[in-house]
């Protein structure tokens, strides 16, 4: 997606560790027409695949998920990564999920009363970098013995484990940005035939 990428040339700025950080247009400060033309490319892509739900996990992964949830018309889910008081201890499925950027692991939890058996679940997150968010939830979606329709992802790090995780569960992804690279502190992207190859 080519307005995704030149705002990420334009505006993402790389630190050490692999690290993209894009607070300024969408996971801090959101820009709303391109979020909106994101959830489009991710709708046309999963369109014909009968979903019933769009889960993410809080908190960057919510704008996009709630954008093509009203899209596909059907709720949108997120995880949440601290128990409320309200649910009680056996009403929620339960994972755990390490965060690579921030280097710490949540427990994750979805309430029973919003999951269930004849879902058709598509996953929506801001990144994929090592897959550790995507699989945790694919794990909650399967604990309710949901189907996993598919995993949209506005930013892929390509050159990191997570699709090819993915891929080994033989889960559909659709990454509107695939970036090769930040060595140096430069994005590169993949060649247009590598992202048709997925």
Avoid: W
């Amino acid at each position: 997606m080519k307005l995704l990428e030149n705002m990420v040339k334009q505006d993402g700025k790389v630190y050490p560790n692999n690290v993209l950080k894009v607070d300024s247009f969408i996971n801090h400060q959101i820009d709303p027409k391109l979020m909106m033309e994101m959830a489009k490319s991710l709708y046309e892509y999963f369109k014909d695949k009968n979903i019933t739900k769009v889960l993410t996990i809080e908190s960057s992964g919510i704008a996009p998920a709630i954008l093509v949830a009203n899209l596909f018309n059907v709720p949108m889910l997120f995880a949440k990564k601290s128990v409320p008081s309200t649910l009680k201890r056996n009403s929620f499925y339960e994972t755990k999920v390490h965060s690579y950027t921030k280097n710490v692991t949540n427990n994750i939890i979805v309430s029973k009363d919003f999951l269930h058996s004849k879902d058709n679940v598509l996953i929506i997150d801001d990144f994929l970098a090592n897959g550790r968010a995507a699989m945790g939830l694919v794990d909650l979606i399967e604990k309710a013995g949901a189907s996993v329709v598919g995993v949209g992802i506005l930013i892929e790090k390509s050159f990191q484990e997570g699709r090819k995780l993915l891929d080994k569960n033989n889960i559909d992804v659709c990454s509107l940005c695939r970036i090769s690279s930040l060595e140096n502190g430069k994005v590169e992207f993949n060649k247009a035939d590598d992202i048709l190859k997925k």
